[in-house]
């Protein structure tokens, strides 16, 4: 077998996954053992995808200690068909829902949440350009929400909740955590609902994962689209038509071996190792780099920071390519330099950054 050379990732999504799971897929991609085909060809009725799916559901309850109560749903149409199918299951026409506004993709949230019912904002980092996360003195919740929404991680602005918002007694919390699920232990309890877009640290574009309370779902009205209501899902336990099939199974892998090398704990250990020796690299630059985010809201998974000048960050994203450093480039909303470094983002590509850094800011400062 050839020898493939592998570059560091850096790209917001769709983003890095372990190589082991990547080389259990392809030793399996022709036959799964026993089963004498491929995945991509499996039927999703038949007892050996069950036993992927259903073992996938089981590592999510495992992993994140699910409570008794809650549903894990497997569906499509990434986190952007949540920003909808949350207010038609969660709103009522005559309610209201309070969103907290920290990026782009809550700011999408909220326009969709719009075309459904009453939205409140509560609160909003935008007159900063987002380099915050909002004080809990700054929120204002409305009277009665039906729901607070939140974004865990803001993967353009490099910001990410390090706590969650306390809201009204009663008040379900909804937290899109598409691009920190998992990056380290979570209280599932104290959310009505999680979603997130796989793509980023479960496994490949196409699946998105849903764990909603039991009591919240039935609540969407008749006239919502039977795809749309989360109780058409939770009935058929995410098999109500054909899901994505292979990204099932690669979650199905990426879950396992989360479980195998220590849980949670261990991924919160080596996610903050990994941002720690970045942003030493960013504050020890006497200047040169500097980071977009407020440092007591700083991101483990996206990492964002600008030069002295635009044409110096465009020369570190040319010569850092060249170097196998990809996906650097920052968002146009921010600018600057973006590395985002997933949970499966190796160690040893943070180490190649912020040599690469130091070297850049030698010979170009």
């Known amino acids: 077998m050839s020898i493939v050379h592998r570059i560091h990732n850096f790209s917001a999504g769709p983003a890095v ?38 073992g996938a559901e089981e590592s999510v309850r495992r992993l994140a200690g699910v409570p008794d109560g809650y549903q894990v749903l497997f569906l499509q149409g990434g986190a952007t068909m949540q920003f ?23 700011e999408k949230a909220i326009a969709e949440a719009k075309k459904i019912g009453g939205v409140h904002v509560a609160a909003s980092s935008k007159g900063t350009n987002h380099d915050r996360i909002p004080s809990a003195a700054e929120i204002r919740w409305s009277s009665a929400p039906a729901y607070a929404h939140m974004t865990s991680n803001n993967t353009i602005f490099g910001t990410q909740w390090h706590h969650l918002p306390m809201v009204p007694a009663g008040v379900p919390l909804v937290n899109d955590a598409s691009s920190d699920i998992f990056c380290r232990p979570i ?14 640290n479960l496994a490949i574009a196409g699946l998105t994962l849903v764990i909603v309370r039991e009591d919240l779902i039935g609540r969407a009205p008749s006239s919502t689209p ?16 054909t899901p994505p099939v292979f990204a099932i199974y690669i979650l199905h892998l990426v879950l396992k071996r989360l479980l195998a090398t220590g849980g949670l704990a261990a991924v919160e250990a080596n996610n903050r190792r ?33 030069l002295p000048s635009g044409e110096l960050e465009k020369r ?37 950054l912020v040599a690469f850094m130091a070297e850049f800011a030698r010979t170009n400062g």
Request: net charge negative; charged share 20%; with cysteine.
């Open 17 to 54: 996954l372990p190589l082991a799971v990547l080389e259990e897929a392809r030793e399996h991609l022709l036959a799964l053992p026993g089963v004498g085909m491929s995945v991509l060809e499996i039927s999703h009725r038949s007892k050996p995808f069950e036993e992927i799916c259903f």
């Open 84 to 106: 909808s199918m949350v207010p038609m299951n969660l709103l009522p026409a005559s309610g209201t829902a309070d969103y907290i506004e920290t990026g782009v993709w809550s």
């Open 187 to 200: 209280d599932v309890a104290k959310h009505g609902l999680i979603y997130a877009g796989a793509q980023k």
């Open 226 to 241: 039977i795809y749309l209501n989360y109780a058409t899902h939770a009935k058929e336990r995410s098999l109500y038509n």
């Open 274 to 306: 990994k941002a720690e020796k970045l942003y030493a690299a960013v504050d020890g630059s006497g200047g040169y780099y500097h980071g977009h985010a407020q440092v007591a809201d700083r991101s483990w998974m996206n990492v964002t920071f600008k």
């Open 316 to 352: 570190f994203v040319a010569e850092s390519t060249r170097q196998g450093l990809d996906g650097l480039k920052g968002h146009r909303s921010v600018g600057g330099i973006r590395a985002s470094i997933y949970n499966a983002f190796p160690e040893a590509g943070v180490d190649a």
